[in-house]
């Protein structure tokens, strides 16, 4: 079974699932192209339900018979609470939109920029948890960056 590796004091470190919560929430944003704010909001918040209780549920699953039991799902739905958290950034955002009466497609296009901008937090973050990265790292880092949000903007102009 993998195990959440904990900082000072048993705290949760940066996992991945932040990063990868911020792209899928990202695609959500993309993709979208209702009419009603709101139903941005439900399909940000179904889409990271979903993909979190997706993950727990694999989660359990791989841990085999002897760790299915209840302290099992309540490890993991916290190891996987990340996915929730990527998503709350677009949903200020599209709460903002709402109070400024902004236009669903605006609304979709804030929702995507504070995302993209979680997805950098999100990543730094678990960069700088580790050893100091060197160079190369710190640079590879930031091209890969740079590739992701390239993607995800070329796409919302695509679908736009």
């Not at 710190?138 to 890969?144: E, H, I, K, S």
Request: glycine share 10%.
């Amino acid at each position: 079974m993998t195990t959440v590796t904990t900082g000072v004091a048993g705290t949760a470190r940066i996992t991945p699932e932040g990063v990868y919560g911020s792209i899928a929430v990202a695609v959500v944003c993309v993709a979208w192209k209702g009419e009603r704010i709101g139903q941005l909001a439900l399909a940000v918040i179904g889409y990271s339900v979903t993909l979190w209780l997706a993950h727990i549920y694999a989660r359990v699953v791989q841990g085999g018979w002897e760790t299915r039991n209840l302290a099992s799902v309540r490890y993991w739905a916290v190891h996987e609470w990340p996915h929730i958290q990527a998503c709350l950034p677009a949903l200020a955002m599209i709460g903002l939109g709402a109070v400024l009466d902004l236009s669903p497609q605006r609304v979709a296009d804030l929702a995507l920029v504070a995302t993209l901008l979680n997805l950098l937090v999100w990543q730094f973050a678990a960069l700088r948890q580790g050893p100091r990265p060197g160079v190369v790292t710190a640079l590879a880092t930031v091209v890969l960056d740079l590739v992701v949000l390239g993607v995800v903007i070329g796409l919302r102009l695509l679908v736009k």
